[in-house]
């Protein structure tokens, strides 16, 4: 019912730049809320920034000040612009959706296949 696609990933130098992007697509669904998460190497995955359909947004610590999320609701997309990148911010980073499924009447995460980021110090 929702497809996640996901890009923008790639390898960048400390203190560098990079977005991130995701779009839904399918049907039968509304999204409640968007998000992006990482998974480092022998770590487990952690939410970075999540966005509600009113806008409010939250951001894990270890980002705030240097990750701005944002979506365009007429596009079903999610962006996460990095700036000020560092080595500890190395992962696998995965696109989350939370939407209500009209034909189940409840809510689903879905998640996309996994973009890797790689920051060089």
């Known amino acids: 019912q929702v497809q996640l696609v996901e890009s923008g990933g790639g390898l960048v130098q400390a203190g560098g730049s990079l977005r991130l992007s995701c779009a839904a697509s399918?049907?039968?669904?509304?999204?409640?809320?968007m998000g992006w998460y990482r998974q480092a190497p022998g770590k487990q995955r952690e939410l970075v920034a999540q966005?509600?359909?009113?806008?409010?947004?939250n951001y894990a610590d270890s980002v705030k000040g240097r990750f701005t999320i944002s979506r365009d609701n007429v596009k079903k997309t999610v962006y996460l612009q990095m700036n000020s990148l560092k080595s500890e911010d190395t992962a696998v980073y995965y696109c989350?959706?939370?939407?209500?499924?009209?034909?189940?009447?409840?809510?689903?995460?879905?998640w996309g296949q996994g973009t890797q980021v790689t920051v060089s110090s």
């Open positions: 966005i509600f359909s009113v806008g409010d947004t």
């Open positions: 399918g049907s039968g669904f509304s999204i409640n809320a």
């Open positions: 989350n959706v939370r939407a209500w499924i009209f034909a189940i009447g409840y809510e689903r995460d879905y």
